[in-house]
């Protein structure tokens, strides 16, 4: 399967995915590295809609699965492909908006499966259940989950998690079609090498 599209300005690497099937489900992934980031897309997207995001990921030098499969196992078996099959010796998970339920849930499930979880608009998930890894929370202070978003991380005692609030009122994979895209990526490529 060919995925093709623009990186939105920035320098553009390879525009195919590879289609796999991991563990029974279909994921799409671009390049190959140590540092490996798993994407759960919105429940209005489909692995394919991260392909801009991806390749500029994976301009950066990370290895980039997205899952079709919005579960917790197609999650955790994305991260298994990627340390197998990629050489990713840390892998972080981004979840976008209903994506953050199955993210947190392959994170609180295993503490080997994530060394850390991003989460653009999280629409659901105990954040609270995540484990011991390091959160970043990236919304839109005018979007309309704004209010559930800050009550879900008040509830979220003794997690270790950074909030980035930003302009704008785009929910989840929204926010990359604005001026706010390449700061979400650059943030996500920073917090997933560190």
């Known amino acids: 399967m060919s995925v093709l599209g623009c990186s939105g300005g920035r320098e553009s690497g390879p525009t195919t995915a590879e ?14 590295g140590e540092t490996g980031v798993v994407l759960a897309h919105g429940a209005s997207y489909d692995a394919a809609s991260w392909e801009d995001q991806a390749r500029a990921m994976g301009d950066q030098g990370l290895a980039v699965a997205a899952v079709e499969d919005l ?49 653009l608009s999280p629409a659901g998930g105990d954040l609270g259940s995540v484990g011991p890894v390091p959160v970043l929370v990236l ?47 650059d943030a996500i490529v920073e917090f997933a090498g560190r």
């Open 19 to 32: 289609t796999v099937t991991s563990g029974g489900s279909t994921v799409l992934v671009w390049g190959e």
């Open 71 to 119: 579960s917790a196992d197609a999650v955790a078996d994305a991260v298994g492909f990627l340390r197998a099959e990629r050489g990713s010796t840390k892998v972080t998970l981004v979840g976008s908006s209903a994506g953050a339920a199955p993210v947190i849930e392959a994170a609180g499930s295993d503490p080997e499966v994530a060394d850390g979880v991003v989460l």
């Open 139 to 185: 919304y839109s202070v005018d979007e309309s989950y704004a209010d559930g978003i800050e009550s879900m991380l008040a509830a979220a005692s003794g997690v270790d998690i950074e909030t980035r609030p930003l302009p704008g009122d785009r929910h989840g994979q929204g926010i990359f079609n604005d001026d706010q895209g390449d700061v979400v990526i």
